[in-house]
T-cell receptor, first 116, second 112 residues
Framework: GAVVSQHPSRVICKSGTSVKIECRSL??????MFWYRQFPKQSLMLMAT?????????EQGVEKDKFLINHASLTLSTLTVTSAHPEDSSFYIC????????????FGPGTRLTVT | DAKTTQPTSMDCAEGRAANLPCNHS???????VYWYRQIHSQGPQYIIH???NNETNEMASLIITEDRKSSTLILPHATLRDTAVYYC?????????????FGGGTRLMVKP
């Protein structure tokens, strides 16, 4: 149980285009989803927290107009990187959390974004 | 959440026990110790967690000192597939406003 998937696993896009990454909780309802970014040889950095049906809360330094997050249902959250630039190339990881018990977080496999 | 301190890297021989330390001297009474690992280019994988008693599951054992200011994750028989970055995190559970915050972790290299 508690499986989180991401799609796509890898994406290459040209500078200036937008890319959408999907995060799904496959066997549970996720009231909260988190988006992390990880640069090579660095730790995971939290970008934003989203609750189903409400606006995402962004961490300091993360541009909300550049990283659009939609959490329209209890099993799906999307991250859209708008007008991507090479410096946005990174490993993006989502995490989903149930709304009950110990509020455990479950992680997706990650999406490798390369902007050329 | 309380901050944790871990060695940057460690080596371990295949088949031997890997003991990964973590200091969390400012841990609060209601904070649990969690361990995750991240194999290269994958998402973090939950390993184990505990409050004050030692814990064991099919993956590892967690030893927490009596004062709870430090802990050790033990992989009893390390394999090459255990090569990963191991993160020690302390967090409050049963708190909707609380998410996992990752530090630098320990890069464990299991060698043949």
């Amino acid at each position: 149980g508690a499986v989180v998937s991401q799609h796509p696993s890898r994406v290459i896009c040209k500078s200036g285009t937008s890319v959408k990454i999907e995060c799904r909780s496959l066997d549970f309802q996720a009231t909260t989803m988190f988006w992390y970014r990880q640069f090579p040889k660095q730790s995971l950095m939290l970008m934003a927290t989203s609750n189903e049906g409400s606006k995402a809360t962004y961490e300091q330094g993360v541009e909300k107009d550049k990283f659009l997050i939609n959490h329209a249902s209890l099993t799906l959250s999307t991250l859209t990187v708008t007008s991507a630039h090479p410096e946005d190339s990174s490993f993006y990881i989502c995490s989903a959390r149930t709304g009950r018990a110990s509020y455990e977080q479950y992680f997706g496999p990650g999406t490798r974004l390369t902007v050329t | 959440d309380a901050k944790t301190t871990q060695p940057t890297s460690m080596d371990c021989a295949e088949g031997r026990a890997a003991n990964l330390p973590c200091n969390h001297s400012t841990i609060s009474g209601n904070e649990y110790v969690y361990w995750y690992r991240q194999i290269h280019s994958q998402g973090p994988q939950y390993i184990i967690h505990g409050l004050k008693n030692n814990e064991t599951n099919e993956m590892a054992s967690l030893i927490i000192t009596e004062d709870r200011k430090s802990s050790t994750l033990i992989l009893p028989h390390a394999t090459l597939r255990d090569t990963a970055v191991y993160y020690c995190i302390v967090r409050v559970v049963n708190n909707a406003g609380n998410m996992l915050t990752f530090g630098g972790g320990t890069r464990l290299m299991v060698k043949p």
